[in-house]
């Protein structure tokens, strides 16, 4: 069956960095292109980042261009989001999600950004 597990969250001070792994299994992760989003307290989900399937093709919400970076390692099956200079703003649990037949998420991880 198809998992995906985050990793990487935690505290970090404004103006900080942090990456985050997604780490997929039970279909052929380089089949598919893969997003992260991130859901604040109250707020809905967003869309963080996509990348395409072979890594060629990537986008970014208009928020976090320039900060944020997603980048993946089919060999390793994993897609990652590196998140530089982060702001308060960027508080939220984040997901990784895999675009294409079917809705699957993972748990999550949390990432706060507080002084």
């Known amino acids: 069956q198809v998992q995906l597990v985050e990793s990487g969250g935690g505290l970090v001070q404004p103006g900080g960095s942090l990456r985050l792994s997604c780490a997929a299994s039970?279909?052929?992760?380089?089949?598919?292109?893969m997003s992260w989003y991130r859901q604040a307290p109250g707020k809905e989900r967003e869309l963080v980042a996509t990348?395409?399937?072979?890594?060629?093709?990537?986008s970014y919400a208009a928020s976090v261009k320039g900060r944020f970076t997603i980048s993946r390692d089919n060999a390793k099956n994993t897609v990652y989001l590196q998140m530089n200079r982060l702001k308060p703003e960027d508080t939220a649990v984040y997901y990784c999600?895999?675009?294409?037949?079917?809705?699957?998420w993972g748990q999550g991880t949390q990432v706060t950004v507080s002084s």
């Open positions: 999600k895999r675009i294409g037949p079917g809705v699957y």
């Open positions: 990348i395409s399937s072979t890594g060629g093709t990537t």
């Open positions: 039970g279909f052929t992760f380089s089949s598919y292109t």
